[in-house]
């Protein structure tokens, strides 16, 4: 029911990166939802350019960067009314849907038809919203029409085109109260944030403007989640978009992706606040769709090793985390997810084919064993402070969560054989990031770590219960 109130999972994001909006709403009721994550980011969820190949890649997944109307219908993803379903089954299950909003740009330089068939040129988008009453013009653009050069210089980097991107005037009231709309319709089928895409590119006070006073979302409450793409740097640091929602902290990433592929874990657990970010501003992630492709530091390509920094991210109090949940795309970075064949009524070979787990065409990273069962550790632990257990050289380190979860972390050779203190009450736990149960007495704790492995005990996971271990292993 669209208006009942709804209780939301903890704070662990999933992006499920071009996955399509049937097979998200089947992982939000399978998978997410009972395993207690909170929000999903999806891929771009309006109307995009179709281009058969370019850069070595069929249909691009970066099609979906090049708005051509904010018309959500038809899109490689699925239909408004599965959209719409999505949301609502998402929501049903405690999790959020995050829209991924590209609203500095439109097209790239060129002509064509959108995947809705709305038909576009670079500063020419005649129909936004599918009704004929919105348009983009060529006065909506700029003020600049020509493509960053200088990275130094602040007005550049916020007015002209980045990567030949037409850039819309956000300065102008018709193009904000045309990306309201957009938003506030997005709110209206029930989106609960926003992955705001290029926020860097926008004026800081041009964003404050858009996202101000947004519709209330319905089923969660409140005002939508908000999170600005950001890459921080001396001439637009991260913390000018901070009063306006969360940042994506790149600098955490490069940093903790490469601590951990180095195996030294133990300035982590002091983390540093990257990019000047406070927990409470920072998105964190260990990888993302550019990062994966473009400066690969630790990804799902270097298999245990990056599932470890995954569960060390959820383990760890610092920031809000979002999972990086991939498709195969082998070296072609920019080849797009896999596809079905001809559609009746839709271009052959565009139309993303359905998420599967099972197959190696897609990672699922989420469902690793060593990630599935952490959303439900850092819920169980909350906000409680990190109290340091243990260490070994500076490749392996366990910590306590206030008296609510113990988590133990191996990134050295060998089995880590640790016996330390927790404050964990008393009892038999299951191990939420890999196989087996510990058993604390008395304050102490005695567990096996795998290399490139972790434990992590948590209140409410407990087998003193039987039935509660054993039979629940989720992670695919
Ligand atoms: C982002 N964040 O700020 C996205 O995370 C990133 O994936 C987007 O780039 C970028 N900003 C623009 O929204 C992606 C691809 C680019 C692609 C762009 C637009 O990484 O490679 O550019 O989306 O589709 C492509 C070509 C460029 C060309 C441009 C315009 O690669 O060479 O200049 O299209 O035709
Ligand atoms: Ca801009």
Known sequence: AADAPTAANGDTIVHLFQWNWNSVAAECEDFLGPNGFGGVQVSPPQEHVVIPFAEGGNYPWWQDYQPVS?????????TAEEFEDMVETCRDNGVRIYADVVINHMTGPGSGTGSNGTPWAQYDHPDLFGDGTASYGRDNFGPCYETITDW????EVQNCRLLDLAD??????QVRSQIRRYLNGLIGMGVAGFRVDASKHVPEAHIAEIFRDLDEVPGFGGQPHIYHEVYGDATIPYTNYAPYGLVTNFDYQRDVSAKVRDGNLSPLLNMPRHGGLDSDEALVFIDNHDTQRYEPTLTHKNGARYHLATAFMLAHPYGTPVVMSSYDFGGAVAEGPPST???PGNPAGWITADSDCSSSDWVCEHRAPAVAGMAAFRNAVGDTALTARAQDGSSRVAFDRGGRGFAAFNAGGGTWNLTASTDLPDGTYENAAGP???????GRVTVQVPADGAVAL???GT??????????DDGG
């Open 152 to 155: 130094n210089d602040k007005w």
């Open 436 to 442: 087996g149960s510990y058993t604390v007495s008395g």
């Open 70 to 78: 904010y018309q959500i219908d038809n899109t490689r993803r699925g």
């Open 463 to 472: 087998c003193d219960d039987p039935a509660e271990c054993g039979g629940g």
């Open 168 to 173: 819309l005037d956000t300065a102008d009231p």
């Open 458 to 460: 948590h209140v409410g």
């Open 341 to 343: 064949g001809t559609e």
